[in-house]
């Protein structure tokens, strides 16, 4: 789960019965509309906005599947792909063993595939990626070599062909391929997010891409990011074309090659409540949403650039297993988590526990894959990936900073994870578990904003929101193999995090994740197939 920024008590008082002025439609934003939107997303949030006020059982449309997409027809997903990632040792992927094309549903299945049902939950079910409150805004949608255009319906385990004509030529995969769309869908985060609409979508597209990446290596298939305008419009044409609600860039990826599952006749859908189509069209008028889909403009113009094949896991040194994980690809996506706490307690538990530097090494080696695109490695390189650790090998606490895929110590620092807790959104309370204190470590992801978006332009913005999230579902997957919880995070302080780290005076935190062990634990029901 990703956890969302919350206001100061001072904040709160200060916007009580205030509202947004509502964003005017119209085309892309310039930079310096950016620029303003960043800040106010950034260090003036708590100053200019609005507070963020979202109640766990605020209606959404999360598990909705867009009208054309509920059909008969379409592909059934395979029943053994937890079977298969059970061979695949970690951290090793050695790919396709017979050298034939790999079946696509494992690959969907072992990036965005359901994972297991905790009974005191109160978000819905565990999937492989993280997402705030569990509500996965981003979708993915197939494009097949025939030009059929499918749904990635987890809950039917299939591939549902939408209900219009072929699809357009620019999205037509390499022959023996398919190009996957992942499209991020503001609706489904409930209203009081409001402006963090545009930034938590923005993350979990980078977090969804990235895990693509890593299911194309496990089963040896090519991925390749296609950095393509004219393709990017025609997808977000037909992606809008299949349902109702607002929908952000998309984020086209050809995988070849892959093996289609048999086209048949799928089991019903069943009808949704009847509230739910209606309350993505009005949610599609919002202030919010339609300042996010101006915000995001930019980025429809992918920048055309040659498409390269990219890898979403790092080759580790610690491929004899001497590590001491010992465990399974599919263990890890099934221990991959972003921290519990109790039924009735909000935030999440830590027990202190020591690491083996061999654990942090694996970590810094995930957090450092190279983006899968010459614009994400650019802005790759204007993040500054720092970390707080503790109780990690021979290791000293305090910070350090990733250079490459190794950390260089900064400064010891022995009470730096109580800092980092005293500025986090979710204190201690009665009724609230915060455990940064007693945490491993802290990943922070900081940039000058201005630097990336004189860069990259006015979709610079949306590209940093990708790669933290790339990098961020690379530290989750490394600490799922080790036992450690990791959770995606903005809800902290800029300015006070800024003074804990020693940060550069033009740099501002954008992203963290907190990793450690979970003092929560109780059975699941086993979603897997």
């Not at 106010?40 to 605020?58: F, S, W, Y």
């Given at each position: 789960?990703?956890?969302?920024?919350?206001?100061?008590?001072?904040?709160?008082?200060?916007?009580?019965?205030?509202?947004?002025?509502?964003?005017?439609?119209?085309?892309?934003?310039?930079?310096?509309?950016?620029?303003?939107?960043?800040?106010?997303?950034?260090?003036?949030?708590?100053?200019?906005?609005?507070?963020?006020?979202?109640?766990?059982?605020?209606?959404?449309?999360?598990?909705?599947?867009?009208?054309?997409?509920?059909?008969?027809?379409?592909?059934?997903?395979?029943?053994?792909?937890r079977a298969v990632l059970e061979a695949l040792p970690y951290p090793?992927?050695?790919?396709?063993?017979?050298?034939?094309?790999?079946?696509?549903?494992?690959?969907?299945?072992?990036?965005?595939?359901?994972?297991?049902?905790?009974?005191?939950?109160?978000?819905?079910?565990?999937?492989?990626?993280?997402?705030?409150?569990?509500?996965?805004?981003?979708?993915?949608?197939?494009?097949?070599?025939?030009?059929?255009?499918?749904?990635?319906?987890?809950?039917?385990?299939?591939?549902?062909?939408?209900?219009?004509?072929?699809?357009?030529?620019?999205?037509?995969?390499?022959?023996?391929?398919?190009?996957?769309?992942?499209?991020?869908?503001?609706?489904?985060?409930?209203?009081?997010?409001?402006?963090?609409?545009?930034?938590?979508?923005?993350?979990?597209?980078?977090?969804?891409?990235?895990?693509?990446?890593?299911?194309?290596?496990?089963?040896?298939?090519?991925?390749?990011?296609?950095?393509?305008?004219?393709?990017?419009?025609?997808?977000?044409?037909?992606?809008?074309?299949?349902?109702?609600?607002?929908?952000?860039?998309?984020?086209?990826?050809?995988?070849?090659?892959?093996?289609?599952?048999?086209?048949?006749?799928?089991?019903?859908?069943?009808?949704?409540?009847?509230?739910?189509?209606?309350?993505?069209?009005?949610?599609?008028?919002?202030?919010?949403?339609?300042?996010?889909?101006?915000?995001?403009?930019?980025?429809?113009?992918?920048?055309?650039?040659?498409?390269?094949?990219?890898?979403?896991?790092?080759?580790?040194?610690?491929?004899?297993?001497?590590?001491?994980?010992?465990?399974?690809?599919?263990?890890?996506?099934?221990?991959?988590?972003?921290?519990?706490?109790?039924?009735?307690?909000?935030?999440?538990?830590?027990?202190?526990?020591?690491?083996?530097?061999?654990?942090?090494?694996?970590?810094?080696?995930?957090?450092?894959?190279?983006?899968?695109?010459?614009?994400?490695?650019?802005?790759?390189?204007?993040?500054?990936?720092?970390?707080?650790?503790?109780?990690?090998?021979?290791?000293?606490?305090?910070?350090?900073?990733?250079?490459?895929?190794?950390?260089?110590?900064?400064?010891?620092?022995?009470?730096?994870?109580?800092?980092?807790?005293?500025?986090?959104?979710?204190?201690?309370?009665?009724?609230?578990?915060?455990?940064?204190?007693?945490?491993?470590?802290?990943?922070?992801?900081?940039?000058?904003?201005?630097?990336?978006?004189?860069?990259?332009?006015?979709?610079?913005?949306?590209?940093?929101?990708?790669?933290?999230?790339?990098?961020?579902?690379?530290?989750?997957?490394?600490?799922?193999?080790?036992?450690?919880?990791?959770?995606?995070?903005?809800?902290?302080?800029?300015?006070?995090?800024?003074?804990?780290?020693?940060?550069?005076?033009?740099?501002?935190?954008?992203?963290?994740?907190?990793?450690?062990?979970?003092?929560?634990?109780?059975?699941?029901?086993?979603?897997?197939?």
């Open positions: 789960m990703l956890t969302q920024t919350r206001p100061s008590q001072t904040a709160r008082r200060r916007h009580a019965g205030q509202g947004a002025p509502a964003q005017a439609p119209g085309d892309a934003a310039t930079a310096a509309e950016i620029r303003r939107f960043a800040f106010r997303q950034g260090p003036g949030r708590t100053v200019l906005n609005p507070p963020v006020e979202v109640e766990n059982d605020a209606p959404t449309t999360a598990a909705l599947a867009p009208h054309g997409a509920r059909g008969s027809l379409g592909h059934m997903l395979p029943a053994d792909t090793a992927w050695p790919g396709r063993q017979s050298g034939g094309p790999a079946h696509l549903g494992h690959v969907l299945l072992a990036a965005f595939g359901l994972q297991r049902r905790e009974p005191s939950n109160m978000f819905n079910d565990h999937r492989v990626v993280a997402s705030v409150r569990s509500k996965f805004p981003v979708h993915a949608f197939v494009v097949t070599g025939q030009g059929t255009a499918c749904y990635l319906d987890p809950y039917r385990q299939a591939l549902v062909e939408l209900g219009r004509p072929a699809a357009p030529a620019e999205l037509l995969p390499p022959a023996g391929g398919v190009t996957v769309l992942l499209a991020p869908r503001y609706t489904d985060l409930p209203t009081g997010y409001a402006r963090l609409r545009a930034a938590l979508t923005e993350l979990e597209t980078g977090v969804n891409l990235r895990a693509l990446f890593s299911a194309a290596d496990l089963f040896g298939v090519t991925a390749q990011l296609r950095a393509d305008g004219a393709a990017t419009h025609a997808a977000a044409r037909l992606i809008q074309a299949a349902g109702a609600g607002a929908w952000g860039a998309p984020v086209l990826v050809t995988l070849n090659p892959v093996t289609l599952p048999p086209h048949t006749q799928l089991p019903g859908a069943g009808d949704p409540p009847p509230d739910q189509d209606a309350r993505l069209a009005e949610q599609a008028a919002h202030w919010s949403v339609r300042e996010a889909a101006r915000i995001a403009g930019p980025a429809l113009a992918a920048g055309d650039e040659p498409a390269q094949p990219a890898h979403g896991l790092p080759v580790l040194a610690s491929l004899d297993g001497r590590d001491g994980s010992g465990v399974s690809w599919a263990q890890v996506l099934w221990q991959r988590t972003a921290g519990r706490a109790p039924k009735g307690v909000s935030g999440f538990t830590v027990l202190p526990c020591q690491v083996t530097e061999r654990c942090v090494a694996d970590l810094a080696a995930f957090a450092a894959v190279p983006g899968p695109s010459g614009q994400l490695r650019r802005v790759a390189e204007r993040v500054r990936i720092s970390v707080a650790l503790q109780h990690a090998g021979a290791l000293p606490p305090g910070v350090s900073t990733l250079a490459g895929a190794q950390l260089r110590p900064v400064r010891s620092d022995p009470a730096v994870m109580t800092s980092i807790q005293r500025q986090f959104g979710y204190p201690l309370t009665p009724g609230g578990a915060c455990g940064i204190r007693h945490a491993t470590a802290v990943w922070v992801l900081s940039a000058d904003v201005n630097a990336v978006i004189a860069d990259l332009g006015p979709g610079g913005w949306a590209l940093l929101q990708r790669w933290c999230g790339w990098a961020a579902h690379g530290i989750c997957t490394a600490s799922a193999a080790h036992g450690l919880f990791a959770r995606p995070a903005r809800s902290f302080d800029e300015y006070a995090l800024h003074a804990v780290l020693g940060l550069p005076d033009s740099e501002v935190p954008v992203f963290i994740v907190v990793c450690g062990r979970t003092q929560f634990a109780e059975p699941a029901w086993d979603l897997r197939t």
